[in-house]
């Protein structure tokens, strides 16, 4: 049998090549995998943002409240037509923020498994005027026109989200006015037919700036605007429109965008809103107010002065006497020597939160255990925990004295159905 001889260098040039191709394998083979450890570092970052966006909403809405209330005293006060206008336009400055407040942590969860939505009893009408106002407002300050069309059909009371249903209409609003130089902004809300729940149409249109069909198509986007030209020119970080998009198809709707005829821009936000049932629905808005003869003795645990002075002026004015601490751990010892109607109870709190000084004065001999209790914060996911602790009633930053006043009726009536 002959031998085949191979020169040595053939033989290493051979080896080499089968050693690179080795190589090669377990290069493609061997792709580096994330460790657990640094997923665990994403995770804590994440929570760490969504943690510190809780603490920005809170500490914002707090001063927010404030505002929103003097503004609402103010209006109900004997102003002339200027000075209106002015409260007018600090009242909407204020619900435009809290809105953005909700928008931006919103946004930053990102995942739609995360999107909770509030279930809270609301008055749909009253929440349509106040959009209204706000649009016209605006349209004032700016020197343009404005028309608000809320039809007669639409319901009174419903449940959802009011707080993100708003910040989603002070989005689009603000929108409207901001790209309308001249001319006219419009507000049309009306009821639409949707299975099995309450479905709402707001229609906000102006004869601003307009879109063109290529600019729609990357209008709802996360931190996008239209065009480099607009995002200069306005300013803005093109996120609201992806949160308003997010939050309408968690309701079950929609929003969509058209060009408005005789130029300009149409936007069409649809929600489905749950029918509202119980005592408390066929209420009239008369019932909401206590009457003078029913005036209430209330504890209110906030450590903010600002927010105090603010809860102060606001339960002065519906004829309540309030008094203030700043600590969770005093609220049980203050409740079992006083005799309150009520507890108005913050959250987020110095020392023990509100969810545990709830629980403690609940721990206590009646009556002083069955106090009526509202708890209140800035974070809507606090409604749940407060909720379970013991309280009758919750309430959102920025509160509103209709919303106070609605939220004392509602913890003395099933503190009453308690007893």
Request: hydrophobic share 45%; no cysteine; glycine share 8%.
């Amino acid at each position: 049998m002959a031998l085949t001889s191979r020169s040595p260098r053939k033989m290493r040039t051979r080896t080499k090549q089968t050693l690179k191709k080795r190589v090669a394998k377990k290069r493609v083979v061997k792709k580096p995998v994330p460790k657990p450890r640094a997923k665990r570092r994403s995770v804590r970052a994440d929570t760490m943002v969504e943690a510190a966006l809780a603490v920005f909403a809170h500490e914002v809405r707090t001063p927010l409240t404030g505002i929103l209330a003097v503004s609402d005293l103010l209006a109900t006060s004997d102003l002339d037509e200027r000075e209106r206008r002015w409260v007018e336009t600090i009242k909407a400055g204020a619900e435009h923020l809290a809105g953005l407040a909700t928008l931006f942590v919103d946004a930053a969860r990102g995942s739609k498994s995360r999107f909770e939505l509030r279930q809270d009893f609301f008055d749909l009408r009253a929440l349509a005027r106040n959009i209204g106002d706000s649009l016209a407002g605006r349209a004032a300050a700016k020197g343009l026109l404005s028309r608000v069309a809320i039809s007669d059909r639409l319901p009174v009371f419903v449940v959802g989200d009011p707080v993100r249903l708003r910040a989603a209409l002070e989005n689009l609003i603000d929108n409207a006015v901001k790209f309308t130089e001249q001319g006219n902004v419009t507000l049309k809300v009306s009821p639409v037919r949707m299975a099995g729940k309450v479905g709402v149409s707001f229609a906000v249109s102006d004869s601003g700036i307009g879109l063109t069909l290529a600019e729609i198509k990357r209008l709802f986007k996360p931190f996008s605007q239209a065009n480099v030209s607009i995002a200069s020119r306005f300013g803005g970080a093109g996120l609201g429109l992806s949160s308003v998009k997010q939050l309408a198809r968690a309701m079950g709707g929609d929003i969509t965008v058209a060009q408005r005829r005789g130029g300009g821009t149409v936007f069409t936000l649809t929600v489905g809103l749950a029918k509202a049932n119980g005592p408390i629905a066929i209420m009239s808005r008369d019932d909401a107010s206590i009457a003078p003869g029913q005036a209430l003795r209330v504890l209110s645990v906030e450590d903010n002065p600002f927010g105090r002075v603010v809860l102060n002026a606001i339960l002065t004015e519906l004829g309540h006497q309030a008094e203030f601490i700043g600590r969770g751990e005093a609220a049980a010892e203050r409740v079992a020597q006083g005799t309150f109607d009520a507890v108005l109870m913050d959250m987020v709190l110095p020392g023990i939160d509100g969810v545990e000084a709830i629980r403690q004065i609940r721990a206590l001999k009646a009556p002083h255990g069955r106090v009526a209790i509202i708890g209140v914060s800035g974070r809507s996911e606090d409604e749940a925990a407060s909720r379970q602790a013991g309280a009758d009633a919750f309430l959102i930053k920025p509160v509103s004295p209709r919303a106070l006043a609605t939220a004392l009726l509602e913890a003395r009536r099933r503190g009453a159905a308690a007893t």
